[in-house]
């Protein structure tokens, strides 16, 4: 972003994790509460894209080795004659999705435990910036009214 930018800058989706990472702006004169803030903001953001990335990584190779032995288990090839990519129909591949659903649940909710927790501290320490800030300008405020 540009040094006179006064926001944060949201890239394209990551290849890996297809979350769109941002990057933080950081005021010239930050708080160590305003701090806080964004470092726990850039925390989330990174444990979410290593989440995701891991997820979706484990995803694609999961989904590539189902399909291949389903194929093989019908004697047909990952391509067809005309070298297109061979698929499984819906209802093969809904078996997939659930069973990988279920695999993987405990680290789902894990994760939505860990993405609650990180997101009630984010929220708080916006109260706490808010707080701070709205005192701020009324102490700024009573100030120039005197």
């Known amino acids: 972003p540009p040094a006179h930018s006064r ?3 949201i890239g394209p989706p990551d290849k890996h994790s297809n979350l769109r ?3 933080f702006h950081v005021p010239p004169e930050e708080s160590p509460l305003e701090r806080r803030l964004r470092e726990a903001r850039q925390e989330a953001q990174a444990s979410n894209q ?3 990335a891991r997820h979706n990584r484990a995803f ?3 989904k590539e080795e189902f399909i291949y032995s389903r194929l093989k288990a019908k004697g047909l090839e990952m391509r067809d004659e005309t070298g297109q990519k061979a698929t499984l129909n819906a209802e093969e591949m809904a078996d997939f999705y659930k069973d990988f659903l279920s695999k993987n649940f405990r680290k789902h909710m894990q994760y939505n435990r860990d993405w609650y927790k990180r997101n009630f501290t984010i ?3 916006m109260g706490q ?3 701070a800030r709205a005192l701020r300008w009324l102490r700024w405020k009573k100030k120039n009214v005197e």
């Open 129 to 131: 910036v808010a707080l």
């Open 7 to 9: 926001s944060d800058w």
């Open 60 to 62: 694609r190779q999961e």
């Open 123 to 125: 929220t708080f320490l």
């Open 50 to 52: 290593q989440f995701w």
């Open 21 to 23: 990472p941002v990057i």
